[in-house]
């Protein structure tokens, strides 16, 4: 297929991949994609099959899962029949038993000690297509202490990780994310790292040095001042790492830059289970001299 008839091809269905994305709390139907993406109904649900692996509706499903299943993990206190509900389902019976088939544990067993190895493997992938506009602004970030919590290992287990540093927010008060900053450092890409030497800092601001003798790991660190670019990420987490190889690969050639000794680190402004997936902010900071 001749590259710009790929793209605008590609394009079409970026456009219904975005509005289910938006339109997760409505009812979304085969003709009203279809339009979207400008096929016939009977053709789009077999191009959509042969893009993504399922059907439209079975990626709907999942898609309501997945926002379920953030919730489940992150937020304990949510009851199980609001987040039923909400995914579009009429009882929390039929919600634990499209959730297990879906993703081999029920609604309360994936809230207790979810399987993000299991889960990463059966949540149908969205290609990534479109590139985002390299609106890149050059600040000077001031040195900013952080604990800091050294996820080591596959990186489709970032996430419990990322729930032992909320546990050791809440059991100690010192990070409290109402007030406080939350950032990732990245030293490694997950496409280009292997399992066992991939490392990720999962960091919350601090006024003061905290006791390192705790169960969690959680140690001092900080994040040094300086010169950075920044590049501000709408969407999923799914697809930070392909903005910051943008930036990268693009970005850093023409700009004349040269980088700082101190690896990319990412600012989250919200989280995926407060917003939709589409909702998500995250700054991209690259260190430069």
């Keep these: ?50 893009r993504c692996g399922v059907p439209v509706g079975r990626y709907i499903q999942w898609m309501r899962l997945k926002r379920a299943s953030y919730r489940l993990a992150f937020n304990p206190l949510e009851k199980v029949i609001d987040i039923a509900l909400d995914a579009g389902f009429q009882n929390p019976e039929s919600f ?7 993703l081999g544990q029920t609604p309360s067993q994936f809230r207790r000690q979810p399987d993000w190895l299991d889960w990463r493997q059966r949540i149908p992938e969205r290609k990534y297509e479109r590139i985002q506009t ?73 006024d003061a040095a905290i ?19 920044v590049l501000r990420h709408h969407g999923s987490h799914d697809s930070l790492s392909e903005s910051a190889r943008g930036l990268y690969r693009d970005w850093l050639p023409a700009s004349g830059e040269e980088l700082r000794d101190f690896p990319l680190y990412f600012h989250y402004l919200n989280f995926v289970h407060e917003v939709a997936e589409h909702e998500l902010l995250t700054d991209i900071y690259l260190p430069l001299k």
């Design 1 to 50: 297929m001749h590259e710009d008839k790929a793209g605008a091809y590609a394009g079409r269905f970026n456009r219904v991949f975005d509005y289910i994305e938006r339109h997760l709390d409505d009812p979304l139907t085969l003709e009203q994609l279809s339009e979207i993406a400008n096929f016939s109904p009977y053709h789009f649900h077999r191009q959509f099959a042969a």
């Design 96 to 102: 634990s038993r499209a959730f297990k088939q879906a």
């Design 134 to 206: 390299m609106d890149v602004k050059i600040v000077d970030f001031a040195g900013t202490r952080v604990a800091i919590l050294t996820h080591q290992g596959r990186p489709e287990l970032v996430n419990a990780s990322a729930a032992r540093f909320i546990e050791w927010r809440k059991d100690t008060g010192q990070s409290p994310i109402a007030s406080s900053r939350t950032y990732g450092i990245a030293p490694h890409d997950p496409a280009t790292t292997s399992a066992e030497d991939f490392r990720f800092g999962i960091c919350g601001t601090v």
């Design 211 to 229: 006791c390192e003798d705790n169960r969690f790991g959680v140690v001092n660190g900080s994040i040094p001042g300086g010169r950075c670019a």
